[in-house]
């Protein structure tokens, strides 16, 4: 059954990363990401623009496997990475140690834009 589900997760996170044929994405999707620790949820929405290379209007650097960016929290910088193989998306702050492993996010495509 793990297999399955798994198989399932990987055929629509494919439908994220490419298009028909295998040509690169062009123009925008919507993405909702979801994480569950320690009892609590958290579910975070990203806006891919594929044309523009931008993450929820934030520049960011595409490569056939991550999309990565950095935003500027106060006078931290926030490092995002998407994984455009497996779906799964997570964030640190520069000179934040946690004990905790860093929360995972799984993406899927939303049935609308943001």
Known sequence: MKFFIMMTLLMT??????ADDNEPPTGSVGLLCHMSRHGETSTETLSVDYDQKLVNGTPATFNS????????????????ELNRLTGTYNYWTDGKDTADPMPTFVCTKSPSKF
């Open 13 to 18: 996170l494919s439908s994220i990363v490419l």
């Open 65 to 80: 496997s991550m999309i990565t960016w950095t935003v500027r929290n106060g006078s931290e910088n926030e490092h995002h």
